[in-house]
């Protein structure tokens, strides 16, 4: 069983920022993806952005240039920097290693 604990959301204006943090514990051996997805009221769930081990990240187009991922293998963490925040990134992030999933952290983006 792997363990994922998300922390870093929250409320802030738009054109805020906002750092997500997702730590694993438990079975961990060799994590080869992390990263985010979110979910937003009404809307089906979406990447917004994966990193591998080897150091590849991909993300999506929505959130190019605001949002930064960016992991610590050695503590089997990551983080999502998320600049410019605008309304519709309101919704639950949830953070992913390999097939696990954490709970999902609450992003609220209004004035």
């Known amino acids: 069983q792997v363990q994922l604990v998300e922390s870093g959301g929250g409320l802030v204006q738009p054109g805020g920022s906002l750092r997500l943090s997702c730590a694993a514990s438990?079975?961990?051996?060799?994590?080869?993806?992390m990263g985010w997805y979110r979910q937003a009221p009404g809307k089906q769930r979406e990447l917004v952005a994966i990193?591998?081990?080897?150091?590849?990240?991909n993300y999506a187009d929505s959130v190019k240039g605001r949002f930064t991922i960016s992991r610590d293998n050695a503590k089997n963490t990551v983080f999502l920097q998320m600049n410019n925040l605008k309304p519709e990134d309101t919704a639950v992030y949830y953070c992913?290693?390999?097939?696990?999933w954490g709970q999902g952290t609450q992003v609220t983006v209004s004035s």
């Open positions: 992913i290693a390999d097939s696990n």
């Open positions: 438990g079975s961990i051996f060799n994590i080869y993806v």
């Open positions: 990193s591998t081990r080897g150091g590849a990240t």
